[in-house]
């Protein structure tokens, strides 16, 4: 069953509204006392609504395969979805209703940093869990006891970055351009640290707004320093877009290396900006993503997986963040069931720190969680990828080096 909370004009227009009231997913009707309820504080509208439709797709999927395989523990899965228009008061605000009022206490999302970071107390105070996004370093075992990440902390991250930068692109001079949401300050921070170690000069770095509408005074400030490689993060691949379009209207032909963003949402990117604006440009991804020429086609589960997407759906979502909202479900049906079917945070919490790593539904990559580490993932998973507009036949992309 899915419920939608939300009066997202987004939906409406891509045609994936659901009416006011219930679908459900399966043929019979059970009561709510016969439910496993799960929650989904999504980016629905607003700048983050690419990554927001793509979780709750893979979410639909996940539920409805759960569903027609008897549920978790012999009960169905019902969705209910906020949308948090991609704002930090309006996360704050739909997890509270969520969690108060709906007494949904396993959810997913909110996604971004700066919401997931707001969100986090609330999740403690009413109880719950999130799976969310973040790439702050400031989710952890301790600050934030009843949040989780499906994606790697900013240090990480950045290192791997870094990495990539001196040893395979063989930069001199570095320059970046970041958003100026939480994640990208702090990785800045960490580029600050990193880059000077290996020999590299970090030549210049400017911030630009989410959605900015021009990014050519950013751009052509940047050039000014002549760095021989261009860092560019983004939470959008709006964002990513107007970036990649600036750069060709200023005749900027530096090579570009680009947060994961860019291969989580290379269809938005490819769509707004076109092919040809992707020349030169390398992205961090997970492993999952990629292959080497000796990789067979079509073998890996992430392939597996998009030939289980919807077509249509497939035309309008990230792949990846639906595989993420995807594996989110089922991470809460194997800590639900291995916890004797309570939902409450606390007992959930405890159960992914404890038996993430044993999970054998994932996707992406297997989990690494323990008691101070709250990221699902590490750094094993993590690569960069090039041809972000030239798929091979399975829908994964070439792995930069191999």
Same mark, same amino acid.
């Given at each position: 069953?899915?419920?939608?909370?939300?009066?997202?004009?987004?939906?409406?227009?891509?045609?994936?509204?659901?009416?006011?009231?219930?679908?459900?997913?399966?043929?019979?009707?059970?009561?709510?006392?016969?439910k496993?309820?799960?929650?989904?504080?999504?980016?629905?509208?607003?700048?983050g609504?690419?990554?927001?439709?793509?979780?709750?797709?893979?979410m639909?999927?996940?539920?409805?395969?759960?569903?027609?395989?008897?549920?978790i523990?012999?009960?169905?899965?019902?969705?209910?979805?906020?949308?948090?228009?991609?704002?930090?008061?309006? &996360?704050?605000?739909?997890?509270?209703?969520?969690?108060?009022q709906?007494?949904?206490n396993?959810?997913v999302?909110?996604?971004?940093?700066g919401?997931?970071?707001?969100?986090?107390?609330?999740?403690?105070?009413?109880?719950?869990?999130?799976?969310?996004?973040?790439?702050?370093?400031?989710?952890?075992?301790?600050?934030?006891p009843?949040?989780?990440?499906?994606?790697?902390?900013?240090?990480?991250?950045?290192?791997?970055?870094?990495?990539?930068?001196?040893?395979?692109?063989?930069?001199?001079?570095?320059?970046?351009?970041?958003?100026?949401?939480?994640?990208?300050?702090?990785?800045?921070?960490?580029?600050?640290?990193?880059?000077p170690?290996?020999?590299?000069?970090?030549? &210049?770095?400017?911030?630009?707004?989410?959605?900015?509408a021009?990014?050519?005074?950013?751009?052509?400030?940047?050039?000014?320093?002549?760095?021989?490689?261009?860092f560019?993060?983004?939470?959008?691949?709006?964002?990513?877009?107007?970036?990649?379009?600036?750069?060709?209207d200023?005749?900027?032909?530096?090579?570009?290396?680009?947060?994961?963003?860019?291969?989580?949402?290379?269809?938005?990117?490819?769509?707004?900006a076109?092919?040809?604006?992707?020349?030169?440009?390398?992205?961090?991804?997970?492993?999952?993503?990629l292959?080497?020429?000796?990789?067979?086609?079509?073998?890996?589960?992430?392939?597996?997986?998009?030939?289980?997407?919807?077509?249509?759906?497939?035309?309008?979502?990230?792949?990846?963040?639906?595989?993420?909202?995807?594996?989110?479900?089922?991470?809460?049906?194997?800590?639900?069931?291995?916890?004797?079917?309570?939902?409450?945070?606390?007992?959930?919490?405890?159960?992914?720190?404890?038996?993430?790593?044993?999970?054998?539904?994932?996707?992406?990559?297997?989990?690494?969680?323990?008691?101070?580490?709250?990221?699902?993932?590490?750094?094993?998973?993590?690569?960069?990828?090039?041809?972000?507009d030239?798929?091979?036949?399975?829908?994964?992309?070439?792995?930069?080096?191999?």
């Amino acid at each position: 069953m899915t419920r939608n909370s939300g009066n997202s004009p987004t939906f409406r227009h891509l045609g994936i509204a659901v009416l006011a009231g219930t679908l459900m997913l399966s043929a019979g009707a059970v009561s709510a006392q016969e439910k496993i309820r799960i929650g989904g504080v999504l980016a629905l509208s607003g700048g983050g609504v690419g990554s927001g439709i793509s979780y709750r797709t893979g979410m639909e999927m996940a539920a409805k395969e759960i569903n027609a395989a008897g549920g978790i523990g012999g009960k169905q899965i019902e969705l209910v979805f906020g949308d948090d228009q991609s704002d930090a008061t309006m &996360a704050v605000g739909e997890t509270k209703r969520l969690l108060f009022q709906e007494k949904i206490n396993l959810i997913v999302g909110p996604l971004f940093s700066g919401q997931a970071l707001a969100t986090a107390p609330v999740f403690v105070e009413g109880n719950g869990v999130s799976i969310n996004a973040s790439g702050s370093s400031k989710i952890n075992g301790t600050d934030t006891p009843n949040t989780f990440s499906m994606f790697l902390d900013v240090v990480t991250q950045t290192q791997a970055i870094v990495d990539y930068m001196a040893k395979v692109a063989k930069a001199k001079r570095v320059a970046l351009l970041m958003d100026n949401g939480q994640q990208a300050r702090e990785m800045i921070e960490q580029f600050k640290i990193m880059i000077p170690k290996t020999g590299m000069e970090l030549a &210049a770095s400017q911030e630009y707004q989410a959605s900015q509408a021009d990014m050519t005074p950013e751009l052509l400030s940047l050039r000014k320093a002549s760095p021989d490689l261009l860092f560019v993060n983004g939470t959008s691949g709006a964002d990513f877009a107007r970036i990649m379009k600036g750069r060709d209207d200023i005749g900027w032909k530096v090579p570009v290396a680009a947060s994961a963003v860019l291969s989580f949402l290379y269809r938005e990117v490819v769509n707004t900006a076109g092919t040809k604006l992707l020349d030169g440009v390398s992205a961090q991804s997970f492993k999952a993503l990629l292959f080497c020429a000796t990789d067979p086609v079509g073998s890996s589960s992430y392939a597996q997986f998009l030939k289980r997407i919807d077509p249509e759906a497939l035309k309008k979502v990230s792949p990846i963040n639906t595989a993420s909202g995807y594996d989110a479900v089922y991470l809460y049906k194997a800590a639900v069931e291995g916890s004797g079917g309570k939902t409450d945070g606390k007992t959930i919490a405890k159960w992914i720190e404890e038996n993430g790593p044993k999970v054998e539904k994932v996707t992406i990559g297997r989990y690494s969680t323990t008691s101070s580490k709250h990221f699902l993932f590490g750094p094993e998973v993590l690569s960069m990828g090039e041809k972000f507009d030239q798929p091979r036949s399975d829908g994964l992309f070439k792995q930069s080096g191999c």
